[in-house]
């Protein structure tokens, strides 16, 4: 288990997951979970620093609740400043926190020295979509936690025969239905207006400068590979990774696959584009 601290951040309190030392790795989780959703990339503090917060109102960042995924954005980029990452960091994000590892290259690209984005997307959602995600806060409101958990853990996950016979298949999904009931009604509501309302980010990550690694789950039902396609040929300097035998979580379906890829990837960065502070070995 990683260190926990509490660290005060622009209007509220983010909880923050710490271990290791060297080039910072953000890590931001996916809705609607927290930082436990990392637990099988606690490896990589034997080559990084590892920087794992829960988004406001998620886990154990309960204070105040989610406005925009700029905020979030804005709330990272403060925790780093808190926690004295003075040069620039990696930053990873899962699905929402794709959206905000998107964010942070547009809004704060001097802080961001590579990218990895994880089965997520560039493009806004349609209305459907947004109509959708307010049907489901209000089912949520109603019903509680337990109806988004039986409604989203079948689709996060890859179905595949041998997908679903790979070891530690029921470990995940216990921990998933963990994390969602631990997740406030409050938030969840809050976390599906915002996502509802982000914006597109084509443009900004067409103009993006750092290097990036993209990863989707090749069962991915959430956000298919095409999507990651799409965006590989939008961002100037980018590589795809399919994981095969995974869906929209490859960090907790394949972590080893995971793990091994971020890691090649951050070797294969020059030493300028990490700031000049430890590379992964």
């Avoid at 079948?154 to 009931?181: F, H, K, N, T, W």
């Amino acid at each position: 288990m990683m260190p926990l601290h509490h660290v005060a951040v622009r209007d509220t309190r983010l909880a923050v997951h710490t271990a290791g030392a060297g080039v910072p790795l953000v890590l931001l989780h996916a809705f609607p979970l927290d930082h436990g959703m990392w637990e099988r990339q606690a490896p990589l503090a034997d080559h990084l620093r590892l920087i794992v917060p829960d988004l406001r109102g998620f886990g154990r960042s309960g204070d105040s609740l989610p406005e925009s995924i700029s905020q979030f954005a804005d709330d990272t980029v403060a925790l780093l400043d808190a926690l004295h990452v003075e040069g620039p960091a990696v930053i990873c994000g899962i699905s929402m926190g794709g959206y905000v590892a998107q964010q942070i290259v547009a809004r704060h690209p001097d802080r961001v020295a590579a990218a990895v984005l994880v089965d997520t997307r560039l493009q806004a959602d349609t209305s459907e979509a947004r109509a959708g995600r307010t049907d489901l806060a209000a089912k949520v409101g109603r019903l509680g936690q337990g109806i988004l958990a039986d409604a989203m853990i079948p689709r996060l996950l890859a179905e595949s025969a041998a997908a679903r016979g790979l070891p530690g298949r029921a470990d995940v999904e216990s921990l998933l239905r963990q994390l969602i009931l631990a997740q406030p009604v409050e938030t969840i509501q809050a976390a599906l207006a915002a996502l509802g309302s982000r914006p597109d980010m084509t443009a900004e990550m067409q103009q993006a400068r750092p290097p990036m690694l993209l990863v989707v789950g090749e069962e991915d039902a959430i956000t298919p590979p095409a999507f990651m396609e799409q965006a590989e040929e939008i961002i100037p300097h980018a590589k795809l990774l399919i994981v095969p035998q995974a869906g929209h979580l490859p960090p907790l379906e394949q972590p080893e696959i995971f793990n091994a890829a971020v890691l090649d990837f951050l070797r294969e960065l020059p030493a300028d584009r990490l700031g000049g502070v430890t590379r992964a070995d």
